[in-house]
């Protein structure tokens, strides 16, 4: 459990030492982190612990006891919703990022997942928040503790370099998701035409290492990683991409309970290829203002935006790599047999997480 005591004790090790780097919050923030996490001073009595595994890593699910009455969360749905986010993740890297997870769910009375939060600390550690009305359906569309689980598979970098971070898990996401089985390949490229966008630097902007507002440290880091994945398949004939880097990198011991510097971090990932273009990338981003051809992009890769949706090509120039970021080295057997097998393909391939057990928890 996490005390109050040692929550306070967090201000004493440092913000570096325990990745609230990955929160992009100043000190200024912390009271709003603190609040946050108040209903975590002592687990009740109550409170039980949920075991998955998944490969040979553990995952402990703490649904805490909340202090309002009418808002307790359905197990079913919740170790259901964990289940998913961790076989995408997992499905993604080949393996769970960490050896164990400790994973602290707070109910509220309402709808939604929020406030996401992710420790290098006890391993692995991720505070969340659910809606006690949320449905299975929304349960299954929820991006955000997917979004946390892959921060545990990435360095802890300094401050600077935050937009890394952000950046890796706001690009994989989707991609795990759907290869898991849990997203449509249609669905992430709508959402990248109209939000990749937001990632592009604006009046101003210093380059990545310099300019930290919402849009180039999310989006910006997205757009890093969209472009790298792109050039790795072009330059490797499409048998590599991200995927192998960031798998390289976490291989190498590189996951959210140490530190490391970004040039670092690259280099490894960059072996992990026999490519380097994640370091001249960062080389050509970090210090200036870059402007990538979106519109350019969608066309050759056959995302054909038709107002709020979009269509596939697969008659484009590089539609081949599209479909390897969507279903890696199972994209070209999925075009074999149609789109309506790729949900299949990544159902078969996907690792799973499986019940382990509940513990009572008490003080």
């Not at 001073?41 to 949920?50: G, L, N, P």
């Not at 966008?197 to 880091?221: A, F, M, N």
């Not at 969608?298 to 038709?306: D, H, I, S, T």
């Amino acid at each position: 459990m996490v005390r109050m005591e040692s929550i306070l004790g967090f201000l004493k090790l440092g913000f570096g030492e325990l990745g609230f780097r990955k929160l992009g919050l100043s000190k200024c923030a912390l009271l709003v982190i603190l609040v946050l996490l108040l209903p975590f001073r002592a687990a009740q009595a109550a409170d039980v612990t949920s075991t998955l595994m998944i490969g040979g890593s553990r995952i402990d699910v703490t649904i805490q006891s909340s202090d309002t009455p009418n808002a307790p969360l359905s197990q079913t749905d919740v170790m259901k919703w964990v289940q998913m986010a961790a076989e995408s993740v997992a499905t993604y890297y080949t393996r769970f990022p960490v050896p164990h997870l400790t994973l602290r769910i707070v109910s509220f009375d309402g709808t939604g997942v929020r406030h996401g939060m992710t420790w290098g600390r006890e391993g692995g550690l991720i505070v969340i928040h659910a809606g006690n009305k949320t449905s299975m359906t929304e349960f299954a569309e929820d991006w955000m503790l997917t979004h946390e689980m892959i921060h545990l598979a990435f360095p802890s970098m300094a401050d600077k370099h935050h937009w890394i971070e952000e950046g890796i898990s706001v690009y994989v996401e989707p991609i795990a998701r759907i290869r898991a089985g849990h997203l449509t390949a249609r669905q992430m490229w709508s959402d990248l035409v109209r939000d990749m966008p937001k990632g592009e630097p604006q009046s101003g902007d210093q380059g990545l290492d310099h300019t930290h507002t919402w849009g180039r440290t999310y989006w910006g880091g997205a757009l890093f990683c969209f472009v790298a994945d792109v050039r790795i398949r072009k330059q490797t004939d499409n048998k590599k991409g991200l995927e192998d880097a960031l798998r390289g990198i976490l291989n190498a011991g590189g996951d959210i309970n140490v530190d490391w510097d970004l040039e670092k971090a690259l280099k490894t990932g960059d072996q992990a290829v026999g490519q380097d273009v994640l370091e001249k990338l960062y080389a050509e981003w970090k210090d200036t203002p870059v402007q990538v051809d979106l519109p350019e992009m969608w066309k050759r890769l056959g995302v054909e935006a038709n107002g709020g949706a979009v269509a596939l090509k697969d008659d484009a120039p590089m539609s081949a790599v599209r479909r390897t970021i969507e279903m890696g080295a199972s994209g070209s057997k999925a075009a074999e047999v149609g789109a309506a097998a790729e949900t299949d393909v990544a159902a078969a391939m996907s690792p799973k997480a499986v019940f382990a057990g509940r513990t009572a928890r008490s003080n």
